[in-house]
């Protein structure tokens, strides 16, 4: 039984070519091909009504969720969660060490 690597096509050699071509441009303008996005480090505003309001609306709050919802990353979400339990906000339901559950306060 013959190996060995199978010999490409013209197609996929062109193709392959043109993306060669393509990132060394990108390189050159100092653009990447995948752009990072960036998450959040700070805390929304705590006073803003579009933030509670979205909150609110929630039946579970969780840090994933809120990081999700609010572009954070967990570890901030979970400071921000934090607070507003101290600030009343929302208060803890349920949980282990490693995840906190926490529902709006019905004010």
């Known amino acids: 039984m013959g190996g060995g690597k199978k010999r490409l096509t013209l197609k996929q050699m062109a193709r ?7 990132q ?8 990447s091909t995948t752009e990072k996005k960036s998450l ?3 805390l929304p505003d705590l006073k803003s ?4 309001g979205g909150l609110k609306t929630m039946k579970a ?3 994933y969720t809120v990081a999700s919802r609010f572009d954070l990353r967990l570890s901030v979400a979970k400071n921000f969660l934090k607070e507003l339990e ?3 906000i929302i208060e803890y339901v ?4 490693n995840l906190k559950i ?3 306060c019905v004010s």
Not at 24 to 31: D, I, L, W, Y
Request: glycine share 8%; charged share 45%; proline share 6%.
């Open 16 to 22: 392959i070519q043109s993306r060669k071509d393509q």
């Open 24 to 31: 060394r441009k990108e390189r050159k303008s100092g653009r």
């Open 40 to 42: 959040g480090l700070t």
């Open 49 to 52: 009504k579009k933030v509670i």
């Open 61 to 63: 709050l969780t840090p």
């Open 86 to 88: 101290r600030r009343r």
């Open 94 to 97: 349920s949980g282990s060490k």
């Open 102 to 104: 926490y529902k709006p």
